[in-house]
């Protein structure tokens, strides 16, 4: 492995190791408090006891988890159901054929979901039960008691539920849900991008915020913004069709987007040369680089193109309005993964960062399975004959040589305390001329495309 992928491997670890140690000690203080709890409440049974008068213990609720877990089956989960598909997007927000992939996948993963006989040989609870209680709280934002009148689950065994639920998903289906975009991906996205008239353009990026209503008061300082309020923020690059291709989640609300990029892995594949080789030739300058739409703080780097701040002439106006209409994208991303997912739309009750880092990482890769359930990427479009066949972006899965065999980097090697080719690679991303350069290349091939179109 080479230096630069021993450096960012081992900040990788580190960060591991930090979240790992946070989430030790978190569990270290809980498990501190239940003692502490019990303790407390031994005590006052002993003193009640002395007075020589208590009132007996209360008797289990009965939420009768039977006959709902069977209403429950009625309304929507056999062939003949009260309810019909429509009204099970509506309110599990995916179709049925998803969501029983979704709980055959995490049952046979985690068997806490599959029903199980207690001690007294009694039924639990169905899995349909806890998974309509986890979608509940995903989709609804609703608290623990709230749905506890539709499962018919106590608070605690709701929350337990949600906690697996999400670290089941993580487990199962980052790698295919949150995964780099392979050259067929790419090729799509470039070909969009291209019909747009940005040829190279491979997604936009932007910042989220989401409040943090419990945050401890420790934590205050950090994650507090200049209004007061307690946020965590999310990084994201989303494509055409809302696919959210790069999630960053857990920087505190106190820092802007600049911060957020200065921590964020999103281009390590640049720094490391194993980044695909995107050739484009726009107003006839070839550029090997793709690049992301991004709003006016982002810094002007080969990888961003930025909307002009102050547009004085016809073309400007005409390339800031387009840049900003396309760069919507991920807005329009973060907008439907709100009101898909109302848990990260309100403020979060919860206390662990970590639970709602995976919360959140959760409603990423189900919005991502539903894009690639429900979205049409075979319907053919007027300029999209052949979606596989570019006419002004070539790419290949790794820069190829003269000889047509796959160009070898030269490892990266330390040379005192300093790793050259890390920092040639960085540099070159930094630089603002041919930043500049094709920003105005752009904006003349938008007009000579564009401009002349509705006239």
């Known amino acids: 492995m080479s230096d630069m992928e021993d450096v960012l491997d081992r900040q990788q670890r580190e960060r591991r190791a930090r979240m790992r140690r946070r989430a030790a000690s978190k569990r270290a203080q809980r498990e501190l408090d239940e003692q502490l709890g019990v303790a407390v409440a031994l005590m006052e049974e002993e003193n009640q006891s002395r007075r020589g008068s208590r009132e007996g213990r209360a008797s289990n609720v009965d939420r009768h988890r039977h006959s709902r877990g069977k209403n429950l089956l009625e309304d929507y989960f056999i062939p003949q159901s009260l309810y019909s598909d429509v009204h099970f997007r509506a309110r599990y927000r995916m179709q049925p054929h998803l969501f029983n992939k979704v709980m055959h996948d995490i049952c046979n993963y985690d068997d806490y979901f599959v029903q199980k006989q207690n001690c007294a040989g009694d039924l639990g609870l169905l899995p349909e039960q806890k998974f309509t209680a986890v979608i ?30 999400c670290d089941a998903v993580e487990n199962l289906y980052t790698m295919d849900y949150l995964r780099r975009p392979t050259p067929r991906d790419l090729q799509r996205l470039l070909q969009k991008a291209e019909s747009r008239g940005f040829p190279g353009m491979i997604g936009s990026i932007d910042c989220m915020h ?19 309020q307690k946020s965590i923020i999310l990084e994201a690059v989303a494509g055409f069709d809302t696919w959210v291709w790069h999630a960053f989640f857990g920087v505190a609300g106190s820092q802007n987007d600049l911060n957020v990029l200065g921590q964020s892995p999103v281009f390590n594949d640049i720094l490391r040369g194993e980044c695909p080789n995107i050739t484009y030739e726009v107003n006839n300058t070839v550029y090997q680089n793709g690049y992301y739409l991004a709003d006016g703080i982002y810094p002007r780097w080969t990888t961003f193109v930025k909307s002009i701040p102050h547009p004085r ?35 979060a009750r919860l206390f662990d960062e970590e639970v709602l880092r995976s919360i959140m990482m959760t409603c990423i890769i189900l919005h991502n399975m539903i894009v690639e359930d429900e979205y049409d990427y075979d319907v053919e479009e007027v300029y999209e004959p052949d979606p596989m066949n570019t006419t002004l972006t070539r790419i290949y899965e790794k820069p190829m040589g003269p000889n047509g065999e796959p160009v070898q980097h030269d490892p990266l090697v330390r040379d005192g305390n300093f790793m050259h080719r890390m920092i040639e690679r960085y540099t070159e991303m930094q630089s603002s001329y041919i930043h500049e350069h094709r920003q105005v290349d752009l904006m003349e091939h938008l007009w000579a495309v564009k401009g002349n179109e509705g006239q």
């Open 136 to 165: 509940r709280m995903l989709a609804y934002g609703s608290s623990a008691d709230q749905v506890d009148e539709i499962a018919r689950m106590g608070k605690s065994t709701i929350l337990e539920s949600l906690v697996r639920f």
């Open 210 to 228: 989401w409040q943090w209503k419990n945050c401890p008061s420790a934590w205050q300082g950090d994650y507090g913004n200049r209004k007061g």
């Open 313 to 347: 002439s016809e073309k400007e106006n005409f390339f800031a309005a387009y840049q900003e209409g396309y760069r919507k994208d991920v807005e329009r991303c973060f907008g439907i993964l709100q009101a898909r997912w109302a848990i990260i739309r309100g403020a």
